[in-house]
């Protein structure tokens, strides 16, 4: 069956532009996550939606990190004013139940800020 | 949450069995052990989870001693397809916190 997807797979913006990832969940997973991934490093965590709710954002670097899952399926990380140290991989996972540690991942979106 | 250390990075050759060792000496009771697979240019990959003794799947078997304070994934015979980062992690099996907290891992490499 189809696995988490994620859209773009690499995108390049200027310092100070809005971007937005997209993340399509493995269909009727509850819970969804973000995490991000700099170079060398091991992902870590964003933020959390159960169904369109979203129950944790305390890994978010700053107020110019959003997320939303408005349907409780496809959610959107945007990014506001990038700058340099968001270039990491941003990472999307989905899982069938609230506070699994199974969690399937999407390729992930190579964010690089110029 | 309790803190992982594994190594860096680990050399082996193809039709080797290789065993990589993670400490957690803080391992609270109703924590789990997990581990993921990294392919370059791709998400993690849950591999294996366990709470004691042992556990095999057709992947890889994971061994975690009685005490706890550390556990072994053991990959038989690794191919080329293998090389990848492993990522040990530990935390309640179902948990209000939701989050996996990722280590850095360790770097496998399987040569020819």
């Known amino acids: 069956g189809a696995g988490v997807s994620q859209s773009p797979r690499y995108k390049v913006a200027k310092r100070g532009q809005d971007v937005a990832l997209r993340c399509d969940p493995i269909?009727?997973?509850?819970?969804l996550f973000w995490y991000q991934q700099a170079l060398g490093q091991g992902p870590e965590f964003l933020t959390y939606f159960q169904n369109e709710a979203q129950l944790d954002k305390s890994g978010l670097p700053s107020d110019r990190f959003f997320a939303e899952r408005p349907e409780g399926s496809v959610s959107t990380l945007k990014i506001q004013r990038t700058q340099q140290e968001d270039s990491a991989v941003y990472l999307c996972a989905s899982s069938s139940t609230a506070g699994a540690r199974e969690q399937y991942f999407g390729p992930g979106t190579r964010l690089t800020v110029t | 949450l309790a803190k992982t250390t594994q190594p860096i990075s680990m050399d082996s050759y193809e039709g080797q069995e290789v065993n990589i060792t993670c400490s957690h000496n803080?391992?609270?009771?109703?924590?789990?052990i997990t581990w993921y697979q990294q392919f370059p240019s791709q998400g993690p990959r849950f591999i294996i989870q366990?709470?004691?003794t042992k556990v095999t799947n057709e992947v890889a078997s994971l061994f975690i001693p009685a005490d706890r304070k550390s556990s072994t994934l053991s990959l038989p015979r690794v191919s080329l397809s293998d090389t990848a980062v492993y990522y040990c992690l530990v935390g309640p099996r179902m948990d209000s916190s939701y989050k996996l907290i990722f280590g850095s891992g360790t770097r496998l490499l399987v040569r020819p």
């Open positions: 366990g709470y004691k």
């Open positions: 269909s009727g997973h509850v819970s």
């Open positions: 803080n391992i609270a009771t109703n924590d789990y």
